[in-house]
Every structure is written in C-alpha cells, then in structure tokens.
C-alpha cells in the first residue's frame, strides 16, 4: 500500500479510537455527577418535607400537652369543674377545626366524657395509649376514623396525662384528628410514590392508591423489608439506595428515607413511635435526563461509526477488495483445472501487487506439480493392479488353507475316533489277562501295556474334546453333586500314582464352611478338570515334594477349587499362553489339558488361572465356580 494511504487509514483509526474512548469517560463521568445529584436532590426533598410533618406533629403535641397541664386545669373534679373544662375542651376543638374528637378517661380507664357521645363508660386500661398516658407520657399512634370503629380512613390518635391544679394525675385526655386535614404530601413528579409509616410498619398516608408499597416483595409488613432496616440502623435521617422495584421486580427503582429526627421534639416521651417517610421513583423515570443523553451520545456515535464505516468501506473496497475478487476468480479458474489461465492485475497497493505476483509463481508451480502428479498416478495404477493380482492370489491361497485346515480337523477327529476303537478291546483284554495270568513277569508286561493304553485313550479322548471345542459342539451333562466328593473320589483314583512318586497329598477344606455347597455342572468334565490339574502337578513335582488341594467358598456365591505343588513353577515363556492349544514345555502329553480344562470351567460360566506360588517354589491352578443356590443365598 503507498504511504499516503497508509498514513489515512492510521490517522482515521487513531481518530475514530480516541473519539470513543474519551466520549465513553465523559459520559460516563457526567452520568455518575449527574445521578449522585438526582439522589441528593430527592433526598433534600424528603429530609425537609420530614422536618415540615415533624413540625405538624411537634405542634398538635404541644396542644395536648397544654390541654393537659395543671395550668389548664381546674383545681377539683366536681361536675360543676368537669362540665367548665368540658366547655374549655370544645371552645378549644372549635377554633382548631383539625382536630375530630376529644376523650377523657379517669384514673381506672373508664371514659367519662366525649365530643361524640359515643361509648360512653368504656372501659381502655389495657389499651397502650391509655397505659402510657397514665405513666405521665404523651403518646402518638395511628387509628381507623371514628376511634374504635371500624372505617379504612386513618386518624392520629394523641393521648396524655391530665392533672388538676394541684398537679396531680386525675386521667387521660385523648384527641384525634383526620389526616386529611392534616397533612398532604407534595409531589413534583406525578409517578412519585410516596408513603408515611410508623416505626411498627402501620401506614399513615400514602398518595399510591391508598396501598403504600403494595406488594412488600416476599415480605409481609414494612418492617421486614431491607429498606426499614437501612434507615432504622442509620445515624442518619435520610438514606436512599438503588434496587428492584418492591412492585414490580422487573425493573429498578431509587428508594428515598427520612425519619424523624427525635432530638428536636421538645417532648421526647411521645417519639416512642417515630414516624418514617418512604419515596420511590423509577429509575427510568428518576434519571429520564440521564438516560436521554446517553442515548443521545449513542445516537451521535452510530451516526459517526456509520458514516466512518462507509468511508473506510470504499477506500478498501477500491483499495483492497476489488484486486482481491479479481484474485479469487483467478483462484476460482486454476482450481477447475485452467492452468493455463494469465493473471493480469493492477494496483495501488503494493502487498496486492506482491500477492499477484506471487499467485503468479504459484499456479506455476502448481501446474509443473499437477503434470508430475499425474505421471504418478498413472505408475500408481500400474502398481495398484499388481497389488490387485497378488490380492487375488493371497485369497486362493488362504481359502487352500482353510481347505487343508477343514481336512485337518476331519482327519484328526476320523483319526481319534479310529483309535478309540481298538483301545477299547486291548484295553479291557489286557486287564483281564493280568487278573488270570499268575506270573509275575507276564503281569509286568501287562501293566505296561495296560499303563500306555490308557495314555492313548486319554490322548485319543483329549484330542476329540479339543475338535469339539473349537467346532463348538462340546455338550455338558449338567446334575447336582457336591464336589467335595467328587474330588475325595479322584484323589483315591490317584493314589497308586502318588505312591510310586512318594509324593505327599493334602486335601484342605473345611466342612462348615462348606455346609451343604451344591454345584449343577457337568461331573464328568469337573473331574476331567481336576485330573488334569493333578497330572500336571504329578507329572512337575519332584519325588518327596507336597501337592495341596484345597476347596473353599467365595460370598456364599462361588466355590473355587486350588490345586498347590512344590514343583519347578510355570516357565515365563508359556505363562501367557498357557491355556492354548499345544503349549507345553514338557516331552509328556500334546499341551492339550489346560485347554481343554479352560473351555469346559468358561462353559459353566467359571474362570481358570494359574500362578507361580509366591515363595518361588511351584505354581498354584485355580478355578471357580457358581453355587446351584447362589441366587437363593444372595
């Protein structure tokens, strides 16, 4: 870009930034000053218009309390002396035409006399204006019209003490007046609401439609509210604060506080109950002048923003944007694959005439790359279908190798089953001739011949199950039996063999803690499982060594069975594979045991492992299996 239109587009940057930032301090600065002086002037409003009913008050007590004086008083309370003060009374009612009523109570609380004639004889000793004003005090509440009578215009009731000319305490002298006559609250502002209380929460006045606050929020008197206390705890007579509206929560409002201020009442017994002026004012209404000039100022600065906006729009349009379309289109044209397009561009701005250039330099490269690319590909493909090819031959070689493994498995299962056939009969006559035969060296011979078809019985038996298992078609004969007996059982079958080795045999559990265990499981297999576990630790474990076998209950749920020998241990090369086909380390046997043991444990829903004892001498065989009556027992 040339350094004129640089040095613009900073200089309008600078100005425009600027302009804001010292437009959003002054109104701001000016909204606070402005604000805080809308809240003084509220508050000089109510302080004085407080002073001006404290004033009112001070006067309509001051009355009382002359009316009360011994001064005012005749000196016995004949009839004669009652009927002069009653005259005084209504001369005095006459001239303050303020005021509604007069009452006079003696000593014990019976009214003797009223302006009204009514309730006559009425007995108040227990009211509070009448208790206070018999201890000597001036006492000031507020009272439905018409004293106790029930009406919803209010009256201010004053009660003192009446002495006779001696000074002493001969009754209570009550007056009332209408707060109509009374007081009127001023307002400015018509949307002003303004509300008179007194210290207990009864409303005296309100100009809001006779309902001063007429909600209360969440609360259920005056008192309760956060405002009363802000003014109550205060040392000063007037307090305002900015919050929710009391009436209607969505919106704000500025709370304005006066209370009296009871050191300049002259008669400090009747401030008991101090009155508090309550103004509220919306602040949209409240700070109108505020708010105009802000939106004023928001108003100017859309304007400025808008025409800058426009100005700076076409400098970069014809600056910026239009080389930039032009490039787009270029761009546009290169990618449906014209490679062969020009790129003819002017511009004022040098990083524009930088990108072209250099846009230039790149559809060059592009397009040697692209031809390159597509030399490639062509090689690809060529290479893709000898992949393809010796994809093709892969797949008929695997399906040969799955040919060959079905005819494997066909073969050795057809194997097995041939060789079990003739076991079988030597088998069975081999045993007969060595319980008929009495020579001893023919009997040797039979043994051996006995010894090793049973070992090709097992190996014939082994390899069926291990073609059943992997066909899936291994079944379980499931009954009830304790294994207990199974394996005591087993462990006799395997005593000829232990003795020979000399090795020692321990079988551990406890029949408590065992009871009445039942297992469902195929018995057969079980055993089949046990035998092997024992041929293994047999076949590892040296003469004079200790085989354990040991059977305990899990939770009432589980029975495991352990199978612990001091032999040479598991060889860490096999450990992982251990219950694998044809895993072994040993010259004996196919490794086709564990296997065979792991399928038929998981077929009831049991798991198998094993473990090198701790002490580094020999290995541990573990299963576990459910108890017929775990689900009753849980």
């Not at 330099?361 to 030399?375: A, C, I, N, S």
């Amino acid at each position: 870009m040339r350094a004129r239109s640089k040095l613009f587009v900073l200089f309008v940057s600078l100005i425009l930034t600027s302009f804001l930032a010292a437009s959003l301090i002054s109104i701001n600065v000016l909204s606070m000053t402005m604000v805080s002086e809308i809240r003084a002037h509220l508050e000089d409003d109510a302080a004085n218009l407080m002073k001006i009913i404290s004033n009112q008050s001070s006067e309509r007590i001051a009355d009382i309390a002359f009316l009360g004086a011994p001064m005012s008083t005749i000196p016995t309370q004949s009839d004669t002396d009652l009927g002069r003060k009653l005259d005084l009374l209504r001369k005095f009612m006459a001239s303050h035409d303020d005021y509604s009523s007069f009452s006079i109570y003696n000593k014990t609380g019976i009214k003797i006399n009223d302006s009204t004639g009514s309730t006559i004889d009425e007995n108040v000793s227990s009211k509070t204006f009448f208790e206070k004003a018999i201890q000597g005090h001036i006492y000031r509440d507020i009272i439905p019209s018409n004293y106790l009578s029930p009406s919803r215009e209010k009256e201010i009731l004053l009660s003192g003490p009446l002495y006779d000319g001696s000074g002493k305490l001969h009754g209570v002298l009550v007056l009332t007046y209408s707060l109509k006559n009374y007081i009127i609250l001023p307002s400015s502002d018509t949307n002003m609401k303004t509300s008179l209380f007194s210290s207990n929460g009864k409303v005296i006045y309100t100009n809001n439609d006779n309902s001063p606050l007429p909600t209360l929020g969440n609360s259920s008197s005056f008192i309760d509210l956060p405002i009363y206390s802000l003014i109550k705890n205060s040392n000063n007579t007037v307090e305002s604060v900015i919050s929710r509206d009391i009436e209607l929560p969505s919106r704000n409002s500025i709370y304005v506080l006066a209370k009296e201020n009871s050191t300049s009442n002259p008669y400090p017994d009747s401030n008991e109950n101090n009155w508090i002026l309550v103004s509220s004012l919306a602040t949209q209404d409240a700070f109108k002048e505020v708010l105009n000039l802000r939106n004023m100022f928001i108003l100017i600065t859309v304007i400025v923003l808008g025409f800058s906006i426009f100005a700076i729009y076409i400098l970069v349009d014809r600056t910026i944007s239009r080389p930039l379309n032009k490039l787009k289109d270029a761009a546009t044209d290169i990618a449906k694959g014209n490679l062969d397009f020009v790129i003819t561009l002017t511009s004022t701005v040098d990083e524009i005439r930088n990108l072209s250039s250099q846009f230039e330099v790149m559809r060059d490269r592009v397009k040697t790359r692209t031809q390159e690319l597509m030399t490639r590909d062509k090689e690809l493909e060529t290479a893709n279908e000898l992949l393809k090819e010796k994809e093709r031959g892969l797949q008929k070689a695997n399906e040969e190798l799955r040919h060959l493994g079905r005819l494997k498995d066909e073969f050795i299962s057809v194997a097995a089953h041939e060789l079990r056939t003739p076991i079988q009969p030597i088998l069975g006559l081999s045993e007969v001739l060595h319980s008929r035969i009495g020579n001893s060296e023919s009997n040797q011979i039979l043994d051996i011949i006995i010894r090793n078809a049973k070992r090709l019985q097992r190996l014939t038996e082994n390899v069926l199950d291990a073609t059943r298992i992997e066909s899936q078609t291994l079944k379980l004969n499931k009954i009830k039996f304790g294994l207990t007996d199974l394996v005591s059982n087993i462990l006799d079958e395997y005593k000829h063999k232990i003795e020979t080795k000399k090795i020692n045999v321990e079988l551990l559990y406890n029949p408590a803690d065992l009871g009445d265990s039942i297992i469902e499981a195929d018995a057969q297999r079980i055993a089949q499982v046990i035998s092997n576990l024992l041929d293994n630790a047999v076949k590892f474990t040296p003469e004079g060594g200790t085989i354990s076998l040991n059977i305990h209950k899990e939770n009432n749920s589980w029975i495991t069975v352990s199978v612990r020998d001091t032999g040479i241990g598991i060889d860490s090369e096999i450990a992982l594979h251990l219950f694998t086909k044809f895993t072994t380390k040993s010259r004996e046997g196919m490794g086709l045991g564990l296997f065979i043991s792991k399928a038929v444990i998981s077929a009831h829903g049991g798991r198998i492992w094993a473990e090198n004892n701790i002490n580094g001498i020999g290995a541990t065989f573990s299963f576990v299996l459910p108890l017929s009556n775990r689900d009753e027992r849980d």
